[in-house]
């Protein structure tokens, strides 16, 4: 898709959803398929969501409930456990992603903020032990690529 049409896109998702949901597909050795929202901050005033691991549906299935919680007014904050986001006593925890990856990672979002700036968080799911990803013994998605992006 070429960059107007995409930027037409984004645009009309935001306006008729709040949110734009965008997947990129590593085709890196080692690189991990990761989605995230644009439109969070423009119409919740809320970080964007990323996302690493999880097949297309899925990730956009939960970054919805992200948007539906949002249009509810809650609020995502970094470093805490939220449980608000997955069914059952499964709770996810959000880190913000560190400035200097927003054009890498997040280079859609930054071209259609146009320079302004917004906020991210990529937000980590506990394996089936409750256990994230920097603790011992975490045993679910590979989570590497994710936290370089992290404070």
């Given at each position: ?31 991990q ?31 919805n409930?992200?948007?539906?919680l949002?249009?509810g ?31 890498e ?47």
């Amino acid at each position: 898709m070429n960059p107007v049409a995409q930027r037409e896109e984004i645009a009309d998702h935001i306006q008729t959803y709040g949110w734009h949901c965008l997947h990129v597909f590593s085709n890196e050795a080692g690189g991990q398929n990761f989605s995230y929202t644009i439109g969070f901050e423009a119409s919740y005033g809320a970080p964007e969501i990323v996302v690493f691991g999880l097949e297309r549906d899925k990730a956009h299935a939960l970054l919805n409930e992200c948007a539906d919680l949002l249009k509810g007014g809650h609020a995502f904050k970094p470093d805490v456990e939220d449980a608000h986001v997955l069914a059952g006593d499964y709770k996810v925890v959000f880190k913000s992603v560190r400035a200097e990856m927003f054009t890498e990672y997040l280079g859609t979002a930054v071209r259609y903020y146009q320079g302004k700036p917004f906020a991210a968080m990529v937000m980590f799911l506990p394996d089936s032990e409750h256990r994230y990803p920097w603790q011992a013994g975490y045993d679910y998605i590979s989570t590497e690529e994710a936290l370089t992006l992290v404070c």
